[in-house]
């Protein structure tokens, strides 16, 4: 964008860097004994301790509690300096995704699907009746009827569209 003499550049694709307190939606990569290993989009995978998953688990019992390719919402609770992280699901609302899709923008974009204030977001809920969760990692949780999860998928796939048109003229 360029005004005036500020030329203003926006990334056509970026990765999510995951920072303490963000919530997150990732998928189970991987398991031992007592831990999962979480994909959330991010260049490491994050750990998440048995303590720190939902409820009770035997030791040996991850498998059963979560398995591989399973979704889940996790909030990030601490990053390494190697840049590897620790998720949690100790926290309200925190829980294995069982319905509904997840759908996936560039984290940059998060801004304009929210909009100021939150109401580009509180606007797309209210005209699909959908239950809509966005995560700091640029994935978010759809839940509603086959129809409203479409819209969203439309209104979503045009915000990555437009994010991609470059502007024609306007001094160089």
């Not at 203003?8 to 997150?24: K, M, Q």
Request: proline letters at 5%.
């Amino acid at each position: 964008m360029n005004k005036g003499s500020t030329v203003t550049v926006e990334p056509l694709h970026t990765r999510y860097i995951p920072r303490p307190s963000d919530l997150a939606i990732g998928y189970i990569e991987g398991c031992t004994n007592n831990i999962w290993f979480v994909e959330l989009g991010a260049p490491f995978n994050a750990i998440l301790p048995m303590s720190l998953g939902p409820g009770k688990v035997e030791f040996g019992g991850t498998r059963s509690v979560m398995d591989i390719g399973e979704a889940i919402l996790c909030r990030v609770q601490e990053v390494e300096e190697t840049h590897s992280s620790v998720v949690t699901m100790k926290g309200m609302g925190l829980r294995k995704i069982r319905s509904g899709v997840i759908e996936e923008i560039d984290p940059h974009l998060l801004g304009r699907l929210i909009g100021k204030g939150g109401n580009s977001l509180r606007q797309l809920k209210e005209d699909t009746d959908c239950r809509i969760i966005v995560a700091d990692n640029g994935r978010m949780w759809i839940d509603g009827d086959l129809d409203g999860i479409l819209k969203v998928r439309r209104r979503l796939n045009s915000l990555t569209d437009e994010s991609r048109i470059i502007p024609v003229g306007g001094g160089h």
